[in-house]
């Protein structure tokens, strides 16, 4: 006859190493980083010595599995608890990370702005400042037309003049048509 499982155990979706992880202390405490207190060593287990009388053996069978299960019930509240905490200090740890993430997040956005806002003002400087020295080129460029230009007008003022005055020193309208005429009558001699 095999020895019956506790009733706990049976219905259990916990597996038996999580549940004698939780009842019994670590092997070595050099693994856990923080203190614990630990459950003392349960009663329960082998603790229970069958009678001869079958009804008496069944009612203390049933009374230490009530008693386990109680037992067990206050020990996964305790569990759940110290869950529930374990996630709030967890969250709580995530939020604070997350707030010096964001407030990291937004120094370094405003030290890029700043960063941008000197950077388009020195942009804004050099612009003006090409802005500058493209409008004094295209004023000496312009000076330099106009100037060349009355130089070329100059120029045709003193081909003309140069004409008319070689001009005042031409043959007459009565003189050119006396060579015509010559030109005509004798062609070998023009």
Known sequence: MSVPRPFLLRRSPWKFS??????????????????????????YIASWKPCRNPKEAAKQLSLLRREYDLKFRELRKQYIEEMEMQ?????????????????????????????KKAEAIERQAAEEEFRQLLMKERAEKVEYWRAREE???????????????????????AEIERKALNALTDPIRF
């Open 18 to 43: 999580v549940l004698r992880s939780l009842c019994t202390a670590p092997e070595s405490s050099s693994s856990i980083t923080r203190k614990h207190d630990f459950l003392p060593p349960s009663t």
């Open 87 to 115: 996630r709030v200090e967890k969250r709580r740890k995530e939020e604070a990370r997350k707030a010096a993430l964001r407030i990291a997040n937004e120094d370094r956005k405003a030290l890029k702005d700043a960063k």
């Open 151 to 173: 130089k070329w007008k100059e120029k045709k003022k003193e081909k003309i003049e140069v004409v008319r005055r070689q001009s005042s020193v031409w043959i007459d309208e």
